[in-house]
């Protein structure tokens, strides 16, 4: 949405790009907001999970404001889109540019990735190889300070490098937003100049890359490193990675200011890890840790639960392995078989989906998925029980503790972080 935004902006069409789920805008205030823009056409990302909400907006909106969907909802089911939230047009895949050839012409000639009641055929577009193309993405509209990740120290802003990833795990759905297994970067001098623009621009204390897999491309990350420590640019900044990182790349990611490595681990089971299928080395999995810590880098491991060929017993073990490490972060999530993946192929052929219903998917803490073996329950119960083990762990560490409210309280001020850690101290209970 950003890159569109700008990319509109610089080829002369008056566009806005608003968020009103960060901002927190209600219904009402949200419609206030169309009203008074009055624009002829919205772009928006309606969602599996969201679709009934999405449509009762887009139908308050009226019909003299043509609307098109994108994303992925849009992209795996474009007539259902098109049919269940009422939007005028779907655009399908990477829409960036076809957008922009949309409003060129008026709309009197649709792309060929566009849906339209009258035009049911469509093609994925082509994608962009050249990253450079895009121009830097809109901030203002919605403000920077409406995004932070937690991981990052204080207040941060997002950035990304490349897109797409060197793994095809069977739960992504990266594959089915962009249409082919592609890995696409930009070169190293333009992430830097973004980054020296961000600095003279804005006040922050870290950038994060939000990206796919920034080490897809050893030579990518790599790079960007030297591009950095050339230019003597002193940024605070981590990425999000994955377990076949090496040590020599971790060590140029310190060196070229990097603070924190976040990282798909997943598992640890090579059982589970081989029917996903992500093959991370058995030395690497826990290993990426330690050598974060002897770098002094923090480090960030991503976990999931109820994937196939896991058990209670299996991801149990994987989670006390990985606290014991003491990473400075974990994230814990439910395997969730997304529409269009092959995880959810794979469960609905299986009888291992609760539902078909997308929509019950959306909660936190609860399994869309149960096994013969381990049932939805045992694996919600796994969830919450997994968090509290890293609760009660960091309960226990001062330093982290100190990080996690310096952090907050530098975001959100005082009140806010004195409310969020109590809930917090709470649930370590």
């Given at each position: 949405m950003g890159y569109t935004t700008s990319l509109l902006k610089n080829n002369g069409f008056e566009a806005v790009l608003k968020d009103a789920i960060a901002l927190e805008w209600s219904l009402q205030e949200t419609l206030e907001y169309i009203k008074a823009f009055n624009p002829q056409y919205i772009i928006c990302e309606p969602t599996w999970v969201s679709v009934r909400d999405d449509k009762l907006l887009l139908d308050a909106i009226g019909n003299n404001i043509k609307k098109i969907a994108v994303g992925n909802y849009a992209t795996n089911y474009p007539y259902d889109c098109l049919r269940d939230t009422g939007v005028d047009y779907v655009a399908v895949g990477e829409y960036e540019f076809s957008l922009l050839e949309f409003f060129r012409n008026n709309g009197r000639k649709l792309p060929e990735n566009f849906v339209y009641s009258s035009k049911k055929d469509y093609k994925m577009p082509p994608l962009v190889s050249n990253l450079d193309l895009f121009p830097f993405p809109e901030r203002d509209d919605t403000p920077i300070k409406f995004y932070n990740e937690p991981s990052c120290y204080g207040k941060n802003v997002v950035m990304v490098s490349s897109r797409g990833c060197r793994f095809q795990c069977s739960f992504c759905n990266i594959e089915r937003v962009y249409g082919k297994h592609i890995y696409r970067k930009r070169s190293a001098e333009n992430v830097v100049d973004e980054m020296v623009y961000l600095k003279n621009k804005y006040k922050f204390d870290e950038i994060y890359f939000d990206d796919d897999n920034m080490v897809s491309d050893k030579s990518h990350i790599e790079g960007i490193c030297r591009e950095i420590i050339k230019r003597g640019l002193k940024i605070k900044w981590l990425c999000m990675g994955d377990g076949f990182v090496t040590d020599e790349t971790l060590e140029l990611l310190a060196k070229a200011g990097c603070v924190s490595y976040k990282y798909g681990l997943e598992h640890l089971d090579d059982e589970v890890l081989k029917a996903i299928p992500k093959p991370i080395p058995s030395e690497r999995r826990l290993?990426?840790?330690?050598?974060?810590?002897?770098?002094?880098?923090?480090?960030?491991?991503?976990?999931?639960?109820?994937?196939?060929?896991?058990?209670?017993?299996?991801?149990?073990?994987?989670?006390?392995?990985?606290?014991?490490?003491?990473?400075?972060?974990?994230?814990?999530?439910?395997?969730?078989?997304?529409?269009?993946?092959?995880?959810?192929?794979?469960?609905?052929?299986?009888?291992?989906?609760?539902?078909?219903?997308?929509?019950?998917?959306?909660?936190?803490?609860?399994?869309?998925?149960?096994?013969?073996?381990?049932?939805?329950?045992?694996?919600?119960?796994?969830?919450?029980?997994?968090?509290?083990?890293?609760?009660?762990?960091?309960?226990?560490?001062?330093?982290?503790?100190?990080?996690?409210?310096?952090?907050?309280?530098?975001?959100?001020?005082?009140?806010?972080?004195?409310?969020?850690?109590?809930?917090?101290?709470?649930?370590?209970?």
């Open positions: 290993g990426i840790i330690k050598k974060c810590k002897e770098l002094g880098l923090r480090s960030y491991v991503n976990l999931i639960v109820g994937l196939p060929k896991s058990s209670w017993e299996k991801d149990l073990k994987m989670i006390k392995d990985v606290i014991n490490e003491d990473p400075d972060f974990i994230q814990i999530a439910i395997a969730t078989p997304y529409p269009g993946t092959r995880f959810y192929q794979e469960a609905k052929e299986k009888g291992w989906l609760i539902s078909e219903d997308p929509t019950y998917f959306d909660a936190t803490g609860r399994s869309a998925i149960s096994y013969p073996d381990y049932s939805a329950p045992k694996i919600e119960e796994m969830f919450y029980l997994g968090w509290k083990l890293w609760y009660r762990h960091i309960r226990e560490k001062p330093m982290k503790l100190k990080f996690y409210f310096m952090s907050e309280m530098k975001r959100n001020g005082l009140p806010s972080t004195i409310k969020k850690t109590m809930a917090y101290f709470l649930k370590s209970l």
